[in-house]
């Protein structure tokens, strides 16, 4: 009798089993499909946990990153909404808001003119601002690792290999920019970007002119 519970039992744990293997089968991605529970570990083009880029990737604008750190900040040289996204035209004065990476490495002052589609950034540079390629590489896939390799790749001569952990990022199309001190001005899309260098810091003024019509 005992031996006929047991063998019942293991049928049973079997079926169990197999029952399970079944439905973890159904998850199986054909060829040419995409999970939606599968979500790019990219910080710069995906859904990476600790990256803003997925929040800051709703608006138009021009943003600035830690690289070591990936801290990612809006100029503020427009306003949006959080919740919807969208501009907001009624907002007056200006915005200043301060952030600080830690001991030796960089900070950013960022006051924004929203009214004037005007934005200032002030960035000071410790020494532990060179861009510390392995923790990047740990964040990004291969096609966004390759963007900051070619941002600094045709400058490698210049810098002797080091380059400041700093750069400007546009949200709309995930474009990053050199903040290396030949780097004086931008035109990214509708933003005209001027950049000032001191010995370790740079002041970058950002404009949002579009193309004038009638």
């Given amino acids: 009798m005992k031996k006929k519970i047991c ?6 744990v079997c079926c169990l089993l197999y029952g399970c293997q079944t439905k973890a089968s159904l998850s199986i991605i054909s060829d040419g499909e995409e999970s939606a529970n ?3 570990d990219c ?3 995906g859904k990476r946990g600790d990256s ?3 929040y800051y990737r709703r608006f138009d604008s021009i943003g600035i990153i830690c690289l070591n750190k990936w801290g990612i900040s809006d100029s503020q040289v427009r306003c949006y909404d959080e919740d919807s996204g969208k501009e907001i035209f009624e907002q007056s004065g200006n915005s200043t808001i301060f952030t600080s990476y830690g001991e030796g490495e960089c900070t950013f002052i960022i006051r924004g003119m929203h009214e004037r589609g005007i934005a200032e950034i002030d960035v000071n540079y410790g020494e532990k601002s060179v861009i510390d390629w392995e923790r990047l590489s740990e964040r990004l896939c291969s096609e966004c690792l390759e963007k900051f390799e070619n941002m600094t790749g045709k400058e490698a001569d210049l810098a002797d290999g080091q380059f400041k952990d700093v750069c400007l990022v546009d949200f709309k199309t995930g474009e990053v920019y050199s903040l ?5 001005w ?3 899309r509708d933003y005209y970007v001027m950049i ?6 740079a002041h970058i003024t950002i404009f949002y ?3 004038r019509k009638e």
């Avoid at 063998?7 to 049973?12: E, V």
């Avoid at 000032?196 to 810091?201: H, I, T």
């Fill in 7 to 12: 063998f019942l039992a293991y049928l049973l």
């Fill in 38 to 40: 599968v979500s790019n």
């Fill in 43 to 45: 910080a710069l083009c």
């Fill in 52 to 54: 803003l880029m997925g």
């Fill in 180 to 184: 290396e001190d030949w780097h004086t």
């Fill in 186 to 188: 931008y035109m990214i």
């Fill in 196 to 201: 000032d260098y001191g010995d370790d810091n």
């Fill in 209 to 211: 002119a579009p193309v």
